[in-house]
């Protein structure tokens, strides 16, 4: 029987632990000075214009943004069942998830978020950001999905490559 401290199974060291990302430090600090700048915008605005008013903001940005989305949703749906119809695949979102993306922002409680949805409603903005958002992803993943489904299909778990199909023969 051995007597003493026990000795852990693994060793800590803050050289094999990853890095955090970037991001991943830098989203809860940009989301709680979010929340602090919509706060501040509500109070500024009740105490010039009164709480009510800020109110009836909050509920027409909420309502505006509802029919957003719902007009969103069914144009995007329309489209996708043209396309279906037609046996081809359904091309482009062409701006119905930015619209989407607006109306919910119109839908959080507050006057910052209501403006950068009702920023997004515009269509030249809906360009540029659908340009941009487009060029990244493009930037960010080489190839298409056809090519990633397929890298995952041959690709077995212990690292063999299977190349080829497989061909069932039912008797």
């Given at each position: 029987?051995t007597?003493?401290a026990?000795?852990?199974?693994?060793?800590?060291?803050?050289?094999?632990?990853?890095?955090?990302?970037?991001?991943r430090?830098?989203?809860?600090?940009?989301?709680?000075?979010?929340?602090v700048?919509?706060?501040?915008?509500?109070?500024?605005?009740?105490?010039?214009?009164?709480g009510?008013t800020?109110f009836?903001l909050?509920l027409?940005?909420?309502?505006?943004?509802?029919m957003?989305?719902?007009?969103?949703?069914?144009?995007?749906f329309?489209?996708?069942?043209e396309?279906l119809?037609?046996?081809?695949?359904?091309g482009?979102?062409?701006?119905?998830?930015?619209?989407?993306?607006?109306?919910?922002?119109?839908?959080?409680?507050?006057?910052?978020s209501d403006?950068?949805?009702?920023l997004?409603l515009?269509?030249?903005?809906?360009?540029?950001?659908?340009?941009?958002?487009e060029r990244?992803?493009?930037?960010?993943t080489?190839?298409t999905?056809?090519?990633?489904?397929?890298q995952?299909?041959?690709?077995?778990?212990d690292?063999?490559?299977?190349?080829?199909?497989v061909?069932?023969?039912e008797?």
């Amino acid at each position: 029987m051995t007597t003493g401290a026990p000795t852990p199974a693994y060793r800590t060291s803050t050289s094999q632990q990853p890095r955090r990302s970037r991001l991943r430090t830098l989203l809860p600090l940009g989301l709680a000075a979010w929340l602090v700048l919509e706060i501040w915008l509500l109070t500024v605005v009740a105490g010039a214009a009164g709480g009510f008013t800020v109110f009836l903001l909050l509920l027409a940005g909420f309502l505006l943004g509802a029919m957003v989305i719902k007009r969103a949703g069914r144009r995007a749906f329309k489209n996708l069942n043209e396309a279906l119809q037609r046996g081809t695949a359904p091309g482009q979102g062409g701006g119905n998830g930015l619209m989407m993306l607006g109306g919910l922002l119109l839908m959080i409680p507050g006057l910052a978020s209501d403006a950068l949805g009702l920023l997004l409603l515009l269509p030249p903005v809906q360009k540029a950001v659908g340009a941009y958002a487009e060029r990244r992803l493009r930037q960010a993943t080489p190839g298409t999905l056809g090519d990633a489904f397929q890298q995952a299909r041959i690709h077995r778990p212990d690292g063999k490559v299977v190349p080829g199909e497989v061909i069932r023969d039912e008797q």
